[in-house]
């Protein structure tokens, strides 16, 4: 039977197939200037290091890297696994393992593909936020949009300085609601609201 069609390798069948969306899914939010995993970035609690959970969560770099980047390592890593481990029963046995079983064991590799390169997309993606900062230094900076387009519920990545010249990269929106600003725009923070800052056009640009 071919391993594709096969019953007992559905699981990762349904996981290619996510992959596929996924990835179609943010290709046409980039031609609208639209970023899905900013959306589903936006909505996601901010993480503290604080619990067994938060530090798990940390571990596999929630946070860290978008999480629908996250989320296709994961499927990746998930499908590729179980389609080899099947591939692999089926010539000691002669028979593919149950779907639940391969299903279950192809987990363990799913998040270990989100540990292993999930560590790598975190040192490539500029990210320079230090714990050591509190959020209120950061209120009162100067920043510039440096990825996609804010709108009121709608964050977008912004650079920001503190006072001792380290970057940070923010997740922002306009702190008015008929304000929007593109890539490039400088902005003000001023205020923090959950996970994600306010902004406002910089009053003073030659300040910079």
Known sequence: MNLFTAPETWPFGVGFALIVGLALIEGLGMLIALSPSSVVDHWLPD???DSALDQWLGWLHVGKV???VLL???LTGYTVFGYSLQLVA???WGAYLPAWLAGTLAVPAGLATVRSLGALIAHIIPRDESSAVS???LLGRVGVISGGIARRGLAAQARVRDSLGRTHYLMVEPDLEADVFEEGTQVLIVRKVGAFYRCIANPHP???
Do not use: C, K, S
Request: charged share 5%.
């Open 47 to 49: 993480f503290h290091a």
């Open 66 to 68: 978008p999480a629908l």
């Open 72 to 74: 296709l390592l994961f």
């Open 90 to 92: 089926q010539g000691l």
């Open 135 to 137: 959020d209120q230094t």
């Open 206 to 208: 030659g300040l910079m």
